[in-house]
């Protein structure tokens, strides 16, 4: 275990804000998993309920633990959180730690012991008497992955195992954990014990497990005639009534007969339902696309009371000045300031009947598109009062492009281009047959992506003219000019394209990324690439020939989207918001020129084998040595020495000494002197 930090890119910003997925409550205040924030809210009025304090984690809140006024946070790939809510106003994070690198899915905390679960790798003690520095007591995996939910209890542990049924473990040591229930066949995502008996969902079934000897636990009765309603995502007992949550719907259970539980009365509810706790008949239920819903169950009937709105998944971004427009998956065009941007401060909300996907700005008007809704053009000239000038319905739009006076949409249907000479009131001019929704035009060229790319000539814009054509191995995703080079982010890479002569196409690199380039922009000789799960990527493309990663960013969610402004790099960040970088950290420079400082930048590809490229810049004309020693601090090869302009250099290093022989396999040193200037940085030789 170790604690986090070492991971994430160099944050100067953030709205950590999503879907949410967890919910715990303790006496009349609520913790609200909202993305990577919790949000503590105050309860006592169900129909106005009120925010008291944000807290920011590093990843997405799966999970929620209270007890004694510590939160313990199931923050997924980065770990637990725990964070100190004393004082309810003003809680303080004490620190974020690691387990075993797995996702944390649940969190249980009973008499100052910590119980993690992670999805595949199992259950983690942990001593928290004291909070700031956990101690791990003992572990349990039965070796089968899908750990879906824990619960402790009476000095056990039972765990539903989505593959392996119900695991039921003795904890009353926490540093000798010993499984005390044999094999059973229920598919179990979730639990909750009261009295002896253990309610499961299995499937769209409700089980009740008799459990009063923990050693044979055996199937009382059951209930299955909620099955049309899908799988049950969480139960929650109270007063002899199960409260159930599926996708849509919450249904209640009389199981005062355990042998024959019975049907009660059912409720639809909006968005993704996904955690669920009852309080004096109330159920808080939270749901990925609409927050904190509060239903109350009064004779037989389920009436709902009040709601409190999270944020939904952030898929596009663009920096404009010091403003931040963000495309928002519950719906929402969303602005923010940044001209602090350590706090980030929402100025305008601007609400849309589905998921907003694609956004561009374009002086005073922002250009953007909705799965189903398609094209809507706003007038943000006043950025804190944005407003509808215009729309017009495209089903499956997915990508939006403003050029000049052109604006293209890309849909499932095909390409359309729009004259937005007057953007109230913009022609439809142009449209192309075309099944792939990537647009992008460039110097009267227009390039569709899609399984192929195309290349039209629209000089004259009501009659396209196809060019030429280019067949890469991937999917085409996103498409970006800079300088005569086209980035084509792809399911397999990065590809880019040689576009001096668009009627003659010709492919300069192709770097490979398995899992693929979401969105990819350009800016100076550094390319950003949005990888999904995988983070965001920063290639050096100053040889486009031979680009390199740099460095790579591990957010923790889906970056959907990067822009680069004056000052920072934004990401959306998928289920956690959105994040600012600092451009003079990440090496991005509107005028790449520029160099202030002297800059070692770690070699790549790093290990290697046969050669390596080690990349520098002098601020000035300079006296440079460039030494690699092996690990006993000798002399292996000298790259540079002499002296230099001021400038970017890259030094490819063949893996040899400087008699010509094959390095052995093991660690090296690169070692930059230029006038006091010295840097270090490591390289490993694989052979």
Known sequence: MSAFGQDIPPLIGQWPEGPSHAITIEGSNAYVGSGATVKILNISDASALTLVANVYTPAFVNDLALSGGILVVANGYAGFTIVDCSNLTEPQVLGTFEVSGDEVVAVELVNGFLYVLEQLNGLSVFDLSNAANPQLMDTYDSGFWLYKDVQVIGGNAFIAHHWDGLHILDVSDPTNLNKISPYNDWDVDCINVINEVAYIGDGSTLRLIDVSDASNPFEIGSNTSWFTHGSIVKIFVQNNIAYCISDED????????????????????????????????????????????????????????????????????QLEDNLIYVANGDGKLRVFDATFPSSLTEIASLPFDNAVIDLEVVGDYLYLVLYTEGLKIIDISNPAQPFEVFSHNIYYASNVHASGNHLYVGARGGIYGWNVSNPSSPSLELGINYSGPQVLENNNYCYLGGDTLHVYNVASFSNPILVSTYIPSGIISSLFVYGNALYLGCTDGLRIIDITYPTELSEISYFEITDGVISVEVEGDRAFLAKGDYGLGVLDVSNTALPFEMVQYDTWGYVADVSIGQNYTGIANGSIGIYLLDNDIVGVHKDINILNEFELIDAYPNPFNP???????????????????????QVVQTLESGHQSAGWYDVVWNGETADGKTISTGIYFARLVAGDYSQVIKMLYLK
């Not at 706790?277 to 009371?305: D, F, K």
């Not at 050669?611 to 601090?633: A, E, F, H, Q």
């Open 611 to 633: 050669s390596t490229t080690i990349k520098y810049g002098l601020p000035v004309d300079s006296n440079v040595s460039l030494v690699i020693y092996d690990v006993r601090g």
């Open 250 to 317: 919450i249904f209640l259970i009389d199981v005062s007969d355990g042998n024959d539980p019975t049907d009660i009365v059912t409720m639809d509810l909006e968005g993704y339902l996904q955690s669920l706790q009852v309080q004096n008949s109330r159920a808080y239920i939270s749901s990925a696309n609409e927050g904190i819903q509060v239903v109350e169950y009064s004779e037989n009937t389920l009436s709902l009371l009040g709601a409190y709105a999270t944020a939904g998944s952030s898929i596009s971004i």
